[in-house]
């Protein structure tokens, strides 16, 4: 099993220091499948963003409809990240990561949140060309300087765009230390190496169970 395989203990130091770069021809049929999902999915669900807005407006009146943060990209590059605003804008709470329960997180919040509904303004970063669908979780700049520091190889992670949702997403708890970042990182590293159409499929297939189950990670 791939979250079984621990960081420290991989020998072949060549297995991850030379991870390769998405070809052409991989490139272009991860755009295709971008657009195909992205376009259709954006227009289908603006109901269903529309009723969200509603819900944080009325759960968490102060702050913005959208949470808007920036992330690391491809080759490290900054963007402007969407998301449906899952937490509440006035309470003080000094942890970088968010914990179970946490008392930031409203209850349509938290619904969005196990359903993946928060992500789906993601979409239009998707179309824009800052993500893909599938790839390593977009990560807040703050937490990636220290990540570097403190995970070796985390860079790589940046050799391809962020994803919406990805094999880390699906297969691993929800982070909330170091020590998951790092277990995380196995899987999107696995993810690039092995990239294939067929884990692409896979990796949908699984997105949808965990939506419907409302399970997110």
Same mark, same amino acid.
């Given at each position: 099993? @791939? ?7 991989? =020998? ?13 021809? !991989?490139? $272009?049929? &991860?755009?295709? $499948? ?23 407006? &009325? ?6 409809? *959208? *949470? +808007? ?9 900054? /963007? $402007?990240?969407? +998301? ?21 997180? /409203?209850?349509?919040?938290? /619904? ?20 893909? @669908? ?14 570097? +520091? ?14 919406? !949702? ?6 691993? +708890? ?17 993810? @690039? ?13 699984? !997105? $949808? ?5 409302? &399970?997110? =990670?």
């Amino acid at each position: 099993m @791939i979250g079984s395989i621990q960081l420290e203990q991989k =020998k072949d130091v060549n297995y991850l220091s030379k991870i390769p770069r998405y070809n052409p021809l !991989t490139y $272009i049929l &991860k755009r295709v $499948i971008d657009y195909s999902i992205s376009l259709p999915l954006l227009i289908i669900s603006s109901p269903l963003i529309l009723y969200s807005a509603y819900k944080i407006k &009325k759960e968490s009146p102060d702050g913005d409809v *959208f *949470f +808007k943060q920036l992330r690391v990209g491809q080759n490290n590059k900054n /963007f $402007i990240c969407y +998301k449906l605003r899952s937490m509440r804008t006035n309470i003080d709470y000094n942890h970088k990561y968010t914990q179970e329960n946490d008392p930031r997180v /409203f209850r349509w919040g938290d /619904f969005m949140r196990k359903s993946r509904i928060d992500e789906l303004p993601q979409l239009w970063n998707v179309i824009k060309g800052d993500m893909h @669908i599938i790839g390593p979780r977009a990560e807040w700049d703050e937490l990636v300087e220290h990540y570097e +520091k403190e995970i070796q190889y985390y860079n790589l992670r940046h050799l391809i765009k962020p994803g919406i !949702t990805g094999l880390a997403q699906v297969r691993y +708890k929800y982070g909330a230390n170091l020590e998951d970042t790092k277990q995380k990182l196995i899987y999107d590293l696995y993810y @690039i190496k092995n990239w294939s159409l067929w884990l692409e499929i896979t990796i949908i297939l699984e !997105t $949808i169970i965990v939506m419907i189950r409302a &399970k997110g =990670k």
